[in-house]
């Protein structure tokens, strides 16, 4: 019997109890799901995903000087925050051994929106192969969350969707829904090198917001593939965001 893929091309598409007993893989390219992955694969001990500006200071304040402050709104840094949502931010020297209170305009809350699932990933084109190889694993339903910009579908994180999708159907019986394969069509159409990705990611509303910001860059990271051999993992009952399996 094929296992259900099934792409929510915006968190406000679904009701959180849709997911319940499936593996829900959280996807902001440009650019929280891209940071948060950079930022664990440089050191971060843990994430804490938070809905709000105020929710990221009150973490802070509870867990002490350890803890960073990162994010964003309208794409740029908030005030007083250590931290923006650039991935290159995040490096080892910056983040290595810190707890990360982490709130984003987008990301964030499709991610707290994704907590009913039986696991919670975050998926980007830099951890593409390693999300892939653990819902080969798994035997749950996946549900692929794209945060969308603004409320709006969004070219980056419909690619990324396709670009699962792409690896699952070959690997497997899968059922997609109709999102799923207009994800998966828009992917095979776009998915000749890093550097077509990245033309198509900043040709969409997301990249265009992130490039009028001079951060084009960011852009070119985020069409990066395979940088890094690690899925984060979100546990809600620990509110944190940390490495599967770590």
């Not at 099934?6 to 997911?19: D, G, I, Q």
């Not at 997301?206 to 899925?231: K, P, T, Y």
């Amino acid at each position: 019997m094929p296992r259900e893929l099934t792409v929510h091309l915006l968190p406000t598409l679904f009701e959180s109890s849709n997911l319940r007993g499936g593996i829900a893989v959280v996807i902001d390219i440009l650019r929280a799901s891209t940071t948060m992955t950079h930022a664990l694969a440089n050191g971060a001990a843990r994430i804490i995903p938070c809905e709000t500006i105020e929710d990221a200071r009150a973490a802070k304040r509870e867990i002490g000087e350890r803890c960073l402050l990162g994010g964003e709104r309208g794409g740029e840094i908030i005030e007083g925050f250590d931290l923006g949502n650039s991935p290159t931010a995040y490096s080892r020297d910056a983040v290595a051994g810190r707890t990360v209170a982490f709130t984003t305009t987008n990301g964030t809350r499709a991610l707290l929106r994704s907590a009913a699932a039986s696991r919670v990933l975050v998926g980007s084109f830099a951890n593409l192969d390693a999300v892939v190889s653990l819902l080969k694993s798994s035997g749950e339903p996946v549900h692929l969350v794209c945060a969308g910009t603004d409320g709006f579908v969004s070219t980056e994180d419909t690619l990324f969707a396709g670009a699962v999708c792409d690896q699952l159907e070959s690997a497997g019986d899968f059922d997609l829904n109709d999102s799923g394969r207009l994800a998966l069509n828009h992917w095979r159409q776009s998915s000749d090198s890093d550097e077509s990705l990245f033309e198509a990611m900043l040709a969409g509303r997301g990249g265009q917001n992130v490039n009028r910001l001079g951060l084009i860059e960011d852009i070119r990271v985020a069409a990066s593939r395979n940088g890094f051999d690690l899925v984060p993992e979100f546990l809600p009952q620990s509110r944190a965001i940390t490495v599967a399996g770590g």
